[in-house]
């Protein structure tokens, strides 16, 4: 392993012995990316073909992987101590029960992705280890992921500005008439363009479906004055990316300019206050006081999240988040206002630094309804 990856295993391994682990299962696709760096092992789509990393309090850890990834394994994974087993023959979890009892760890403290973790494979490893005991070590995953690298940084800075050229693209060409499927499926071919390797998710809604929160675009024509909303993001080499736009068909109302400055000038104050130290309920409170201040009705139930190889990665900028923001977090703020028939939404990818959040995500300027 590299010296960046043995730096992330002992972080990890350092937060286990604060809460008695004798070994950490992880087996959510993100953090089995994140632990081997090998993009195409974990599959997000097929949940029978686990993937596991298998990381003992002390020691290396050992790779669980299906049988036809191997060769991609010796090829970009970082982990070096690997077994594999037969798709639909060999039970994965055997294997995993297998690295732990090499451990000597029969009867150890587990710690388990316990949410990325179903519950079919959760029984299975209780009957293999049955004196075992399995705890939740969700947070442990999460915490690691948590703080980016100057190459995260620089993925995430890269994909922000290609999501949001492709859903300006696709924006600017919008007119009376067009279909609003058009218009989503042009979304998601721009993204493509622009270098997604996948195309993550792509909601799109105008009139009506702009009061809906994931609408699914329809084969209607758009009409002048209608307020349409995307909120869309692709995978870039395994990192994801998320914008949510707004802009008018045809000419805004004087109306319409008037909720969304407000809602773009509280999103910048939101943005200016994303420094270290202040907890995510504390930055979903500000967006809560400032909506009361202007008399506007808020339309979701938090104000942003962490982004990384997950869409919703910790820290959650909600009620109940207790967890401070930290320098090199990248965090994703999203204010969102209901009114006029219809929801306001403006998404942006935020750097947190000493001196405030740091958009990453504007290509160009999204300060007015109307794009030129």
């Not at 012995?17 to 997000?44: C, E, G, M, N, W």
């Not at 058009?182 to 390797?197: F, P, Y």
């Not at 306001?344 to 160009?364: F, K, N, P, Q």
């Amino acid at each position: 392993m590299e010296r960046s990856d043995r730096l992330e295993i002992q972080r990890i391994q350092e937060r286990m012995k604060t809460q008695k682990l004798d070994a950490l299962v992880a087996t959510s696709h993100d953090s089995v990316f994140y632990l081997t760096k090998a993009y195409k092992i974990p599959a997000r789509s097929i949940p029978t073909r686990l993937s596991a990393v298998v990381i003992p309090a002390s020691g290396q850890p050992v790779l669980v992987a299906c049988a036809i990834t191997e060769a991609l394994v010796e090829k970009s994974s970082k982990v070096r101590g690997a077994v594999f087993y037969r798709e639909y023959i060999d039970s994965p979890i055997e294997l995993v029960a297998n690295v732990i009892r090499s451990y000597g760890l029969m009867s150890g403290r587990i710690g388990l992705e316990k949410i990325a973790l179903s519950a079919r494979f959760y029984d299975e490893l209780r009957d293999c280890l049955p004196d075992a005991e399995f705890v939740a070590a969700d947070q442990i995953t999460d915490w690691v992921r948590m703080v980016k690298t100057p190459e995260e940084i620089r993925l995430l800075h890269s994909s922000a500005l290609a999501t949001d050229r492709a859903i300006r693209q696709a924006f600017m060409t919008a007119k009376p008439g067009e279909m609003e499927k058009n218009v989503e499926s042009r979304i998601a071919v721009e993204l493509l363009r622009n270098g997604a390797d996948l195309v993550e998710h792509v909601t799109c809604g105008a009139g009506e479906n702009a009061a809906l929160a994931h609408p699914k675009a329809e084969i209607r024509p758009l009409e002048n004055g209608e307020l349409i909303r995307t909120d869309a993001g692709g995978i870039f080499s395994g990192y994801m990316s998320d914008l949510a736009r707004t802009v008018v068909v045809g000419e805004p109302t004087g109306e319409q300019r008037e909720y969304w400055e407000i809602l773009y000038h509280i999103q910048a104050q939101i943005i200016a206050a994303a420094r270290p130290g202040i907890r995510g309920r504390e930055l979903h409170n500000l967006c809560l006081e400032l909506f009361e201040q202007h008399r506007l009705i808020y339309a979701y139930t938090i104000t942003g999240h962490g982004l990384g190889l997950g869409q919703h990665d910790t820290p959650i900028i909600g009620p109940d988040s207790d967890i401070a923001l930290e320098e090199n977090m990248v965090i994703n703020l999203e204010p969102a206002h209901r009114n006029l028939g219809a929801i306001m939404h403006i998404e942006d990818t935020v750097l947190v630094t000493a001196e405030g959040g740091r958009i990453l995500s504007r290509s160009a300027d999204w300060s007015s309804l109307k794009l030129s």
